[in-house]
Antibody
Framework: EVQLVESGGGLVQPGRSLRLSCAAS????????MHWVREAPGKGLEWVSS????????DYADSVKGRFTISRDNAKNSLYLQMNSLRPEDTALYYC???????????WGQGTLVTVSS | DIVMTQSPDSLAVSLGERATINCKSS????????????LAWYQQKPGQPPKLLIS???TRESGVPDRFSGSGSGTDFTLTISSLQAEDVAVYYC?????????FGQGTKLEIK
């Protein structure tokens, strides 16, 4: 059974940093690309970032480019999102998602909540 | 970026009746060389992550009841629930994975009338 468990969320002041983690199990982690998607309170889904299996292909939404860094450790079956210079508009539930072939997001974690507020 | 627009924003349907949600993309998500539409539908219930229902515009995922069906091609897509059940109350999203950034519709909230 595929399991994705996010952690690392919390309350942080604007301008500060936070690192999210996603622990994966139930599939061969280094065979698949992984994504981060967020959901702001009362809003819809926004794709944030993606990383391919060997970290050679990384993309970011314009809204986080230059502030967020995605990475993965295939030996630890883990995905990360380093978030710097956080803004109130980054407040959201952050999901990690496994990508099947061609980028389809087939499994999602339960999410970790990030609140950016002074 | 490809903009995904769903209609309606909310929908109330009686139990046992048909529910139809539409999704329009600002450009085609059909990869013509393989004749596949890079369009998915998700169901999200309160307090839960999105659950993949339909991929490639019309392929129902394993375990998804056959009352759910997807149709359409190019820029216009539809999710149909043939006979609404109480457990289908949720927000439904369309999603294009044709190009980066991947984008989602704004969501359609489905309720019981």
């Amino acid at each position: 059974e595929v399991q994705l468990v996010e952690s690392g969320g919390g309350l942080v002041q604007p301008g500060r940093s936070l690192r999210l983690s996603c622990a994966a199990s139930g599939f061969t982690f280094d065979d698949y690309a992984m994504h981060w998607v967020r959901e702001a309170p009362g809003k819809g889904l926004e794709w944030v970032s993606s990383i391919n299996w060997n970290s050679n292909n990384i993309d970011y939404a314009d809204s986080v480019k230059g502030r967020f860094t995605i990475s993965r450790d295939n030996a630890k079956n883990s995905l990360y999102l380093q978030m710097n210079s956080l803004r109130p508009e980054d407040t959201a539930l952050y999901y990690c998602a496994k990508a099947a072939t061609h980028g389809l997001l087939d499994y999602w974690g339960q999410g970790t909540l990030v609140t950016v507020s002074s | 970026d490809i903009v995904m627009t769903q209609s309606p924003d909310s929908l109330a349907v009686s139990l046992g009746e048909r529910a139809t949600i539409n999704c329009k993309s600002s450009q085609s998500v059909l990869y013509s060389s393989i004749n596949k539409n890079y369009l998915a539908w998700y169901q999200q219930k309160p307090g839960q992550p999105p659950k993949l229902l339909i991929s490639w515009a019309s392929t129902r995922e394993s375990g998804v009841p056959d009352r759910f069906s997807g149709s359409g091609s190019g820029t216009d897509f539809t999710l149909t629930i043939s006979s609404l059940q109480a457990e289908d109350v949720a927000v439904y999203y369309c999603h294009q994975y044709y190009s980066t950034p991947q984008t989602f519709g704004q969501g359609t909230k489905l309720e019981i009338k």
